[in-house]
């Protein structure tokens, strides 16, 4: 199962309260302390998923667990070293049907990891089934020494 994260300030992590909706009437015109200090609140669930993160000697292989999310509903993203994963779960209610007991809460999944080093972006590959997705994140080549050859001027 995934840890549950919470957008109220002081309660990030695996505490069990909701997000704070993000309109609020006693807030307009004002900035609460979460939004001052740039903390994004969600209208759902968002829970952080179990990831597992191997080294090769090639990059790293980030292993996600998100299930429910489909490949339509995953975003992956690497910017200066951040990678972030946002995955949006759509709840799958049958037509005609109206929930009676509901034993586990629907919600997305967001992760962001810093990663040292340098990535060959473009060479990142990602795979997604049955709620795990595979990432392999390869290293950037090092630049090679290069001879500079140095001239007389006259």
């Given at each position: 199962?995934?840890?549950?994260?919470?957008?109220?300030?002081?309660?990030?992590?695996?505490?069990?309260?909701?997000?704070?909706?993000?309109?609020?009437?006693?807030?307009?015109?004002?900035?609460?302390?979460?939004?001052?200090?740039?903390?994004?609140?969600?209208?759902?669930?968002?829970?952080?998923?179990?990831?597992?993160?191997?080294?090769?000697?090639?990059?790293?292989?980030?292993?996600?667990?998100?299930?429910g999310v489909s490949?339509?509903?995953?975003?992956?993203?690497?910017?200066?070293?951040?990678?972030?994963?946002?995955?949006?779960?759509?709840?799958?209610?049958?037509?005609?049907?109206?929930?009676?007991?509901?034993?586990?809460?629907?919600?997305?999944?967001e992760r962001q990891?810093?990663?040292?080093?340098?990535?060959?972006?473009?060479?990142?590959?990602?795979?997604?089934?049955?709620?795990?997705?595979?990432?392999?994140?390869?290293?950037?080549?090092?630049?090679?020494?290069?001879?500079?050859?140095?001239?007389?001027?006259?």
């Amino acid at each position: 199962m995934a840890k549950r994260e919470t957008t109220r300030a002081g309660t990030k992590g695996s505490k069990q309260s909701r997000a704070t909706p993000t309109s609020q009437p006693e807030l307009k015109g004002k900035l609460s302390a979460e939004q001052e200090a740039g903390e994004r609140t969600h209208e759902r669930l968002v829970f952080v998923p179990w990831v597992d993160i191997y080294e090769t000697e090639t990059g790293l292989v980030v292993v996600a667990d998100l299930p429910g999310v489909s490949p339509e509903g995953l975003e992956v993203t690497l910017e200066k070293r951040v990678l972030s994963i946002y995955g949006r779960v759509e709840e799958d209610t049958p037509e005609g049907y109206s929930q009676a007991y509901r034993e586990y809460e629907v919600g997305d999944f967001e992760r962001q990891f810093t990663l040292s080093g340098d990535f060959d972006i473009n060479g990142i590959e990602a795979n997604m089934k049955d709620g795990v997705l595979h990432l392999a994140i390869p290293r950037a080549p090092e630049a090679s020494a290069k001879r500079i050859e140095v001239r007389s001027v006259s």
